[in-house]
């Protein structure tokens, strides 16, 4: 079999673990909280889209436009309402609170939407583009990915060319210095998780049609999240969408040439590898904040 | 003062023999009611409310403790602990994965409760001597055995095994692999994989390119889907997908015609087998949950019956299991018999079925003479 093949489904789904990376990473970079509830945000970005899909006929890609203000507002009000509470406290503090959320959700989830996985078939859901050389590419795979690359694309320029984008990398580069400038850091770190929540969500949507939806699928995509994050280094946006990608080809390459069983293994020595060289992970930077 | 204490002791003593003999049997019930089985935990829940149910209606009240175990040994292992200890239950149901009742077995001589083990396959469970242990399902072995003798007539010369790294799948893949040697097949590839994980298409694409006869699963629940969506997607086709139970038996998974048709199953129980109020379970079943009972529904209805009803005739742990072992059953799962043969202990030899899936239809195609249609081999798209 081709070497290409599973760098090529490698990459591919490297771009999803992204942008779930993404949105954790700026959580991150910009409120200094890890967000144990990301993966349960991913869960709700995938009962979106099947509700979209299912009630309301559309498909699951063109929905991503109704997802993300819905999904922005949510993490606002909860970022408003309950996260805010903790900016300023221990780590452990933050580490309840985004739990417990988490665990809110996805129970609530499980009693609304019973344990029944959900499908989401599509038209194009098993389909393939097939390459000469016996080359498969999915064709959900592919729009999530090139999706996934237009959403970068979008984030990057809000990040480095608007005044908003400039405030937020300001207030995680230096919370105290950006306040002192008269950055208003309590409304940045509102924004920060809404868009983090808004990231989760259309991760969730955009493997909505190629994995199942289930009220505790997030948990092993928060898990995935975390370590993409760590690898990329804490906080940086690049590093997350390098580390997604990484993710996946490991991943992709180590099913292929040794066995599935073995991939978390190779991911994880990877994983460990990189913290023993570069504490500060791939694109960190150094120290942080204290 | 001290004699009318004495009396009131007396009194209470030869009481509460009595009290205890009219009260509810207390029967403790453990499932994975959260966690990654949760779907199939639900089923087997299904299934004890309606024995539950029906045995009301046969004047026999059954006080049930349930309690989760969300698919965690170590929690199951802990509430058999609280069942026994605290809620003093004559007998304890569950747990649903081999995982879990696996390691409850080996705890049950300690506590002398019976246990009942309605679904779990794995073969260790009752082959320790284990005393107190019951198993009314067929143990893994017999989900391959039955599988491939339905297939045998066909003549398949190579197999591939995509299995979940899970208890259930490595030993009913062990047993598979053991089967297969017996019947002269060549194992072509062999691809274990943890649970969960949104891409399977490199392990998929590894067995495509040797391009084996028989593709064997285990999965449970949503994975079976996702594996067989990506098996279609990459064009993988071999003579037949064998499916080893869970995953492969729900009632959603039939539903997803595009990638199901065709799919070989083991399972312990359909409604359409001509076993004592099988079909009447399935047709109850569907009105009041409003969906198509799996076999560990009927599985969780007929551990339960059968626990209850031996538990209202004995008087304490020690001769409700001296009930279970003598006493034979006959219900929805054909007849019951807890016997010791072949290295097992306390064993139901559970004749299991093989059905496939023919236009989003459950059909029992194997043994002859439980089956009304026939198998559709070579597999097609």
Redesign the interface.
Known sequence: MSFLQPLLSGILTGGVYALAGIGMSLVFGVMNISNFAHGDLMMLGMYLAYFAFTLLHIDPYLSLVLIIPTAFLFGYVLEKLFINRVINHPHQNQILLTIGLGLIMSNTALLAFTSDPKILTTSYSSSAFNLPGGISISVPLLLSFLITCVIIAILYIFLSKTTTGMALRATSQNREAAQLMGINVAKMSAIAFGLGTALAATAGALIAPTYYIHPLAGHSFLLKAFTICVLGGLGSVVGAGVGGIIIGVVEAMSSTYLSSDWKDVVVFVLFLAVLLFRPQGLFGKMGGQS | MKKTFALVVAAALLAFPILAYSAPVKIGFINSI???E??I??NLTNGATMAIEDLKAKGIQVELVKEDDGGDPKNALAAYEKLVTRDAVMGVVGPYTSGCANVVASRADQYQVPLLVPAAAKEEITMKGYKNVFRLNAPANVYSKVLMDAVKAYKPKTIAFVYA?TDFGVSTVKTAQENALKMGLKEVAN????Q????????L??VK?LNPDLVFLVSY??DA??LM??A????LAPKAFLGAGAGYTTA?FAQ?T??SNFVVSATQWTDDVNWTGAADFGSRYKTKFGKEPSYHAACAYEAIRIMAESASKSKNPASLRAALKAGSWSGIMGSVKFADYSGFTNQNNHPMLVQQIQNGKYETVYPAPFSKKKLVYPFKR
């Open positions: 959260t966690g990654k949760a779907q935990g639900e790294a691809e274990k994989y943890q969960g994980q949104p891409d399977y298409r490199p392990s694409l590894k390119a629940d949503a889907i996702l969506r990506q279609k997607e990459i064009g959603q997803q595009e990638i």
